[in-house]
């Protein structure tokens, strides 16, 4: 039963990176829910229970139903607290649901950004509401429709726009301390861009505004939190990072220094030359095994 369990999570895993959408009650999987906690897709729940939120630098205690938006750029956690809860949730694409040239930029919605309302209580009768439409989703899900990716698109822009017509809540508290909550929240974005896996894929944050503006957040905000906590300024964390995974790249890949800097982050490999041999005191080709 156990290697079933596990074969059933990888088909998810697998149908999800090729459909780019995948909606599923929570109810009916349980078990496996807790393990679909994925951080590269946007995600709409409608749950009932009772839990805790930690969305950026806030938290959200949930009791009764209330529709949450995850954006995969702001980490998040749940913490599920009551033995009952039960749902539906629609992970997508940012590609998925950005193939319709109408779609708004997932990152400017007031749904979805980190200063935005993610967290909406839900009535019984908006409940119901939303309950037929993604019965409706997981239905049309396994339906052989051709156009069945237009179809969840609208769906998914149904709820959005139903959701946008509702009052945010209100039970949102500070974290008790901002500054603890707004590092852990930087540390968690700076390990996200590591590894690098491909270099033609470079590293997109690489500057504290970068992040500071990622984050919806001012830049000095963000360097009095790092520091007050960690003791470091956000750079140093930055360049920490950066020669730790420039090292990994020398010694375990046959990429060349070109394409090693291009994939830091840097426009030309002198620039990255410099900057490395500024850190560390040697030339990247002396890392070379």
């Not at 301390?177 to 852990?184: D, H």
Request: proline letters at 4%.
């Amino acid at each position: 039963m156990k290697n079933q369990a596990i074969r059933s999570v990888s088909d998810f895993n697998n149908e999800l990176k090729l459909k780019g959408f995948n909606v599923f009650q929570i109810e009916a999987d349980g078990n496996a829910v807790r393990m679909y906690s994925r951080k590269d897709f946007y995600k709409i729940c409608l749950t009932t229970g009772k839990s805790i939120i930690h969305y950026a630098d806030r938290s959200f205690e949930a009791e009764g139903t209330v529709l949450f938006f995850g954006n995969p750029h702001i980490p998040y956690s749940w913490e599920t607290l009551s033995t009952i809860y039960v749902g539906y949730t629609c992970l997508f694409s940012e590609g998925f649901f950005g193939a319709s040239d109408r779609s708004e930029s997932l990152q400017h919605s007031p749904l979805f950004k980190i200063g935005g309302t993610p967290i909406l209580k839900i009535t019984e009768g908006q409940r119901e509401f939303l309950n037929t439409i993604f019965r409706k989703m997981i239905e049309e899900q396994k339906a052989d429709y051709a156009y069945k990716d237009d179809l969840m698109r609208n769906y998914i822009n149904l709820i959005i726009h139903e959701a946008l017509k509702l009052q945010p809540s209100e039970n949102y508290d500070q974290h008790k301390n901002a500054s603890s909550r707004i590092t852990s929240v930087f540390m968690e974005l700076l390990e996200r861009q590591f590894p690098i896996e491909s270099p033609d894929q470079p590293l997109q944050l690489k500057t504290a505004q970068d992040y500071a503006s990622h984050l919806s957040i001012h830049v000095n905000y963000l360097n009095r939190a790092v520091k007050e906590v960690t003791g470091k300024p956000t750079t140093a964390h930055i360049t920490e990072r950066i020669i730790s995974e420039a090292k990994a790249l020398l010694q375990h890949t046959d990429w060349s220094i070109a394409e090693i800097a291009y994939s830091l982050g840097f426009e030309y490999p002198t620039y990255f030359n410099n900057y490395f041999k500024r850190i560390t005191g040697n030339t990247p080709t002396s890392f070379r095994p």
